[in-house]
């Protein structure tokens, strides 16, 4: 399983404290395409612009908070024909969420720093465990570290703060 | 659109016949999962056995007598994974279809020469054009070349044919 934190962070601010611990690994530009699926289920396709390829993913929300993922992935030839075929298959377009993502490691924890479109900056802290409450204890510590705290948490997925941005928009 | 016309054939008879005619392209050995989904549309994953390659496949018929097809196909990393993405997203695994096939061309006329697991032997000749009309036409004039007539056409889907095995099984 998937278990991670999202806070709300200053790139900046942040990046520098992570580069003292972690090790960069990857940066990526992704477009996400989310399709309207009921929660606790996501379904989209990811566009990953710097390599040329494409990842559809079905992910579970297995908790309240968003903080715990069942997440199967796949990697398409091709993201349009992907799209076509879900399409016609009945699912709608719901919201794109475009963002800049660098990616650091520091043993089994990930930490994924997202500049996000119209969203600002957040930082996910990720370990995979089948254990949620001992990977949180993990992630806490390492959160702890660089100076967030429960106040910068964001349980908001990216596709519900681009719905709601939306909404705000369309007043 | 791809247009084609299924027969029933006796491979050891028909193949010759075609190699007299056209040149050999390749072969593969198919194994296709159908989920269940509403006529006219059809979905499946393919896995070619012999090229470890996968391809989620959406079709559309177009025509009562299953000659016309709207085709949408894209490769994927991972049959398993497709499966359960679909599965998770509510779609019910119908039959599987397994066949090996020798794939023959000339010019824009393509010979699919299909040995299918329980059912027997097939010939579809598939020409991708946007003239129906013309394409069946292009397709019978080879078809009389190779001794083939009206009375050796099946119109029913491979999948309706495992289908109709599966009932006739259990009885």
Redesign the interface.
Same mark, same amino acid.
């Given at each position: 399983m998937e278990v991670e934190v999202k806070f709300r962070v200053n790139l900046g601010e942040i990046q520098p404290r992570i580069e003292a611990i972690a090790d960069f690994d990857h940066e990526e530009v992704q477009e996400d395409l989310y399709f309207s699926?009921p929660l606790p289920?996501l &379904?989209r396709i990811r566009r990953i612009v710097n390599r040329d390829e494409s990842i &559809?993913g079905?992910k579970?929300i297995k908790d309240s908070r968003n903080e715990e993922f069942e997440e %199967?992935?796949?990697?398409?030839?091709?993201f349009e024909?992907?799209k076509? %075929?879900l399409k016609?298959?009945g699912?709608k377009e719901d919201v794109w969420v475009k963002k800049h993502r660098y990616v650091y490691k520091l043993g089994n924890v990930t930490f994924e720093l997202n500049r996000v479109e119209g969203l600002g900056d957040f930082l996910d802290i990720e370990v995979i465990s089948d254990d949620p409450e001992k990977a949180k204890e993990e992630i806490w510590k390492i959160a702890e570290m660089l100076g967030l705290g429960e106040e910068d948490v964001e349980p908001r997925l990216y596709q519900e703060l681009i719905q709601e941005r939306s909404k705000e928009k369309g007043k």
């Open positions: 699926v289920a &379904l &559809l079905y579970l %199967i992935e796949v990697a398409v030839e091709d024909k992907t076509e %075929i016609r298959l699912f």
